[in-house]
């Protein structure tokens, strides 16, 4: 398994019109972007181009206004991967940096689970549900944290291609799937899923259309890529209504 499949779009940098609602805050270590102040909230987990890559703050601006408290932290501590270095020279090169920056039991595990949970527990006082959004590598922090009962309670990824089978059958939530037409099939993990209590809770939807990145980074001047921008998440905002705030 490697993020970033061959044809996969590249780095988009931030819009310099739109205007961020939310703030970057400091907690022990870690740096994250804070906005909302809802009752439940979603963690957002970024692709390979980082903290502030593509449309990412917007999606997470976006998640707020549905009422959310939304929260994307920085695993990669203000480093990612090199736009000017895209497509990778290698997918082992790849794989083996994203290994080393967002390594799920000495990086990401830690972080979500110490800090990233206690923070929105204790500062920013989320007394409800929380969800977490992956996209490319950050699907693979998605499925995993949701092994952990009552941690978090809904697992959206979107352009997944780090998917474990095994690691998605420890799941013990709901999940939603929607890989682009260049992504590894999700059958698998559907079969797995399936025999699961809320299996029929789960959601799969494919963009055969997209290439990998398209809901961050695909140019919106091109229609079928706005069409499906939109549809996507329409999908995430109404899956984590349903699964969060019921």
Not at 81 to 107: Q, T
Not at 116 to 123: D, G, K, S, T, Y
Request: hydrophobic share 40%.
């Amino acid at each position: 398994m490697s993020c970033c499949p061959k044809g996969s779009l590249g780095h988009l940098a931030p819009s310099e019109s739109y205007v961020q609602k939310g703030t970057v805050v400091r907690f022990q270590d870690l740096d994250l972007y804070v906005v909302g102040s809802g009752e439940t909230a979603v963690i957002v987990v970024y692709d390979i181009f980082g903290f502030n890559g593509g449309r990412v703050r917007q999606v997470c601006d976006s998640l707020a206004e549905q009422g959310h408290t939304v929260v994307l932290p920085d695993f990669y501590r203000g480093e990612a991967w090199d736009p000017a270095n895209f497509p990778p020279p290698s997918i082992p090169e790849l794989r083996a940096w994203v290994d080393r920056k967002g390594d799920w039991e000495s990086i990401t595990k830690p972080d979500l689970i110490d800090r990233v949970v206690p923070f929105l527990r204790n500062e920013k006082k989320v007394t409800g549900k929380i969800g977490i959004l992956g996209f490319c590598w950050g699907t693979r922090a998605a499925v995993a944290l949701s092994q952990f009962e009552g941690l978090v309670h809904a697992a959206a990824s979107v352009h997944a291609t780090m998917t474990d089978p095994v690691v998605a059958a420890k799941a013990t939530c709901p999940q939603l799937f929607c890989p682009a037409g260049n992504d590894a099939p999700v059958d698998t993990v559907k079969e797995i899923l399936d025999q699961k209590p809320f299996g029929d809770r789960c959601v799969y939807h494919p963009f055969p259309d997209m290439l990998h990145g398209w809901s961050v980074r695909g140019d919106l001047n091109d229609p079928t890529v706005a069409r499906d921008v939109a549809l996507v998440f329409d999908l995430v905002f109404s899956f984590f209504d349903k699964e969060l705030k019921n």
